[in-house]
């Protein structure tokens, strides 16, 4: 049996499991039907001189655009088909880690198998590439499906600029302090599409998260710990939301001197 990438060093190790511990909190939260969702995640300061000799295992596969911010930068990548659940028990069966070469408009795989990154890979690319450029210290990207998120983005009233955002951290304290900049909303295009792409990278000047209407939810942070942090607390706000209405009522919610105070407490974003 080939040794493993990941027996090399203990920090990409980390960083993989990481990766498969979050798919499995996706899956046992039921966000991650079949195949759905994606992670990918920024390795490169992982990656030692050994890894850099590996040599590739698969073609020159093109990203279909030019990326200059990524030129020799290395990312683990959940599997296009793969499920989260079976990520979570073997990642480099249902991943791979990739190299970008230094046209920065193209990639091979170098490990463990040759897996076929995600179909929006395209797209996450360009969100690290942007990342990169602002120099925001976000390396993981997470893409999931939230059901109480999700069908809340059916009520039109929620898609307005900002609404949802303010609801969801009126219901408990804990959404502002760990989603500070809120949630983006990107109205429905189909799954994997330019237009979503383009709507995506616009939303993320703005905030750490976005919602896709009718689709699922896009967070970027420094690791993907992180990123799950966010969407998860974002969903107990819509869960606490939906129970307050299925009791018959409507949650008065924090109010605007509670919301204020809460700013200055944590020194969060106004």
């Known amino acids: 049996m080939a040794k493993s990438v990941l027996e090399s060093r203990e920090d990409l190790r980390k960083a993989v499991y990481e990766v498969a511990e979050v798919a499995g909190y996706l899956w046992q939260n039921g966000w991650a039907e079949r195949n759905g969702g994606n992670i990918t995640v920024n390795v490169t ?8 000799h590996l040599a590739p295992i698969s073609e020159v596969k093109q990203i ?18 793969k499920r989260m ?6 990642p480099m069966d249902n991943g791979s880690i990739i190299r970008i070469l230094d046209d920065c408009a193209s990639y091979v795989i170098i490990a463990d198998n040759p897996v076929q990154p995600t179909s929006e890979l395209p797209s996450h690319l360009a969100i690290h590439n942007r ?3 602002k120099g925001t210290g976000y390396k993981a990207t997470v893409h999931t499906h939230p059901i109480e998120l999700i069908a809340m983005t059916h009520n039109e009233k929620f898609l307005m600029k ?17 989603c500070p900049l809120g949630l983006g909303i990107v109205p429905y295009n189909v799954p994997g599409s330019n237009a979503m792409a383009r709507g995506t990278l616009e939303e993320l000047e703005e905030y750490d998260v976005v919602m896709w209407e009718k689709h699922g939810v896009f967070a ?6 992180a990123a799950f ?5 974002l969903s107990k706000s819509a869960r606490i939301y939906i129970a307050a209405r299925t009791m018959g009522f409507e949650p008065d919610g924090m109010s605007d001197e ?3 105070e809460l700013t200055r407490e944590f020194d969060l974003p106004k």
């Open 64 to 81: 279909g655009s030019t990326l200059p911010y990524l030129k020799d930068q290395y990312f683990y990548c959940k599997g296009t088909g």
């Open 45 to 52: 300061e992982f990656v030692d001189e050994q890894i850099r």
């Open 131 to 133: 990342q990169i450029e």
């Open 162 to 178: 900002d609404v949802l955002t303010k609801l969801l951290w009126s219901m408990i304290p804990e959404t502002k302090a760990f």
């Open 220 to 225: 970027m942070d420094k690791d993907v710990v």
């Open 258 to 260: 509670q919301m204020q």
């Open 229 to 233: 942090d966010q969407i998860d607390v």
């Open 85 to 90: 659940r079976d990520l979570a028990r073997w």
